[in-house]
């Protein structure tokens, strides 16, 4: 059985936006049972998990003698090795994989970017100056997207690893009223969040954040 790493306490108070979210999706969407094993930011940056890490963070995922980092990867071993987030005919399973790269190397950079703005510099004095310029980067790339969906229920076909990584990158938009200026992205979103298998994966790391909160 699969072990991945998750936050012990998350800053996000357990809502879904910590990235373990994405490989407990993943599982959940192929029925694959896992342990979780919980990391203090602490121990996150000790040898034993940096051995796991190079960059000390979470989600990791280990199963038998194999070890990997990077929610990408990890959610496409996982597509490779279970049926149900990757289509079997060859050109559609490329097409969904460039999914999986559009939602991490050109969708969620511009929002990480506004989404640690608004965390960690409106204190700038050229936080208000920068903010709309963040905000049109991201609104090019929606618009893109927006276009592109058309009313479809997924990207391209059935519900792919590209969805599910896509809806969580734009989950991350929950800090900004940018999402809802594209009602077909909201509503992509809300049907990835209304699959069982999200509601699954999220109820899982919410539990974590209760127990240590009530421990
Ligand atoms: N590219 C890597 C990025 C992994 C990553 O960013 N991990 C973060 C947690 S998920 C990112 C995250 C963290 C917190 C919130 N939040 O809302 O509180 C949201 C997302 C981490 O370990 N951070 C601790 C550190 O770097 O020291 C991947 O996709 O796996």
Redesign the pocket.
């Known amino acids: 059985m699969p072990t991945i790493t998750a936050f012990a306490s998350?800053?996000?108070r357990g809502r879904g936006?910590?990235?373990d979210m994405r490989v407990r999706w993943a599982l959940e969407e192929v029925g694959q049972p896992y342990d979780v094993r919980l990391v203090s930011?602490e121990a996150?940056k000790e040898p034993a998990h940096l051995a796991l890490h190079p960059?000390?963070?979470?989600?990791t995922y280990q199963d038998g003698d194999l070890a990997l980092?990077?929610?990408?990867a990890i959610v496409l071993h996982i597509a490779e090795h279970h049926d149900g987030l990757l289509p079997v005919e060859p050109n559609a399973r490329a097409r969904a994989i460039a999914w999986m790269f559009a939602a991490l190397n050109t969708m969620e950079p511009p929002i990480v970017e506004l989404g640690m703005a608004m965390l960690l510099e409106r204190d700038e004095s050229w936080y208000e100056e920068r903010l709309p310029m963040l905000e049109d980067r991201v609104r090019v790339r929606l618009g893109e997207l927006s276009d592109r969906l058309g009313d479809a229920d997924w990207l391209d076909g059935a519900f792919s690893a590209g969805d599910l990584l896509m809806v969580t990158v734009l989950r991350r938009l929950n800090r900004s009223r940018i999402l809802h200026e594209y009602s077909s992205l909201s509503a992509y979103v809300a049907r990835g969040e209304a699959r069982p298998a999200f509601r699954r994966a999220f109820d899982a790391q919410l539990a974590v954040f209760t127990a240590a909160s009530t421990s």
């Open positions: 998350s800053p996000d936006q910590a990235r930011f996150m960059f000390g963070q979470i989600p980092f990077e929610t990408g």
